[in-house]
C-alpha cells in the first residue's frame, strides 16, 4: 500500500519523496490531500485548503498580518469548516457560522473582520482554484465596518490631556506628534533620528514598527500611499528638537520612541484620567488631527489624503464624509462674502467717480 502511494505521490511531483509510516486510512487520506494541493484540485478539506492559501500568503502579507490571519482562522473558522469538503460549504452553512459567533455576543467590528477573513480564502479559492463561487458573499455579511461614531478629541480637550502627561518627556513628545501629524503609530513608532529634517521642517515615513512575540520588527508602512513626508508646524519642529537633544549617545538610525504601542495606551489613559477628558483609542488621535484639518482649517480631501497617506481619497471621504457638510455651509458663507465684498467694491469705485466728476465740475 505504502508503495502505491508513493509511486502516485512520485507521478504526481516527479520527487522522490519518502513517506511517514501511518496506518492504511490516514495514509491514503494523505495522500489525496498531497495530491490535491500539488495539483491545483480543489476537491479537499477547507482545512488542507487553507494551508494552500497561508503558503501563498506568508510571501506576500506582513508577519503581523498574518499573525492576526492565523488567529481568527485557528479560533474561528477551522473548528466549524475544517473538515468540510471546500465544494460542499454553502451559504446556509456560512450563515449557521455567523450565528454561531453572533450568538457569542462579539464587536459588530470584530464580526466583520473574522467574516472577511473567510470570504478571502474564498475568493482566493475562486480566482486561482476554480472554485465555482465564494458561498460567503450568497450569505452575505454580518456586523459592520465601522465602530459607530467616530471618537476624537478637539484641540481643547487634547491641551488638557497633553499638559496632563507633560511629566514624561516622551510621552509628552509621541503625542504631541501623533495629534498633530495624524500618523499612524506604528509609523510614530519607527521613527528615527534620520527621519527627521530640521532646516525643511519635515519627516519621512518610510517604515512601520511592530512588536511580534517580543522582537522588534521593523516593515514596510501600511500601503504604497503611506510612505510620504509631513510637513510640521514650527512649534512641533522645537519640540522634536529639544527632545532629540536630550537623547543621550543616540545614533541616527535609532528608534526615536523606544516605546511600544501598549505603553503609550497606558499612558494616554493615565492623562485622560488625569485631566479629566473622554477616553478615546490611540488611533482615534489619528482621526482628530483629521477633523481639525477638516472642521476647523478646511482642508480639502485630497490634502489630508496626502497627510494621513490613505492610499485613494475615496477611503478619506468614506471615513470623515460626515465632517464635510459642515464645509458645505462654510463654503456658501464665503462665496456670499464675496459677492458682498463684490458690492462693496463697486459702491467705492462710483464713489471715487463722483467725487472725481464734481472735481472736475
Known sequence: MFSFITRIIRAETSKNISVISKPKKEAVEWAEKFIAQQSGNIDMDFESFWKIYRDDMTERLRENTMNTKDYIVELKILPYFGKKKMLDINAADIRRWQTELIKQGYSATYLRTINNQLSAIFNYAVRYYDLPKNPCTQAGSMGKKTAGEMQFWTQEEFEKFVEAVRDKPISYCAFMILYWTGMRV???????????????????????????????????????????????????????????????????????????????????????????VKKIRLHDLRHSHASLLISKLGVQPKLVADRLGHEMIQTTLSIYSHLYPNQAKILAERLNDLMDNSDEDELDDGEVEDDTDAEQA
Do not use: C
Open 186 to 276: 506604528g509609523e510614530l513608532l519607527a521613527l528615527t533620528i534620520g527621519d527627521f529634517d530640521v532646516e525643511k521642517k519635515t519627516l519621512f515615513i518610510t517604515k512601520s514598527y511592530q512588536l511580534i512575540d517580543g522582537r522588534d520588527v521593523i516593515t514596510e508602512p501600511k500601503t504604497p500611499k503611506s510612505k510620504r513626508i509631513i510637513t510640521l508646524p514650527d512649534f512641533i519642529v522645537t519640540e522634536l528638537n529639544e527632545y532629540i537633544g536630550k537623547l543621550y549617545g543616540m545614533m541616527e538610525n535609532d528608534r526615536l520612541f523606544q516605546v511600544t504601542k501598549s505603553y503609550l495606551e497606558k499612558e494616554m489613559a493615565r492623562g485622560a484620567k488625569i485631566s479629566g
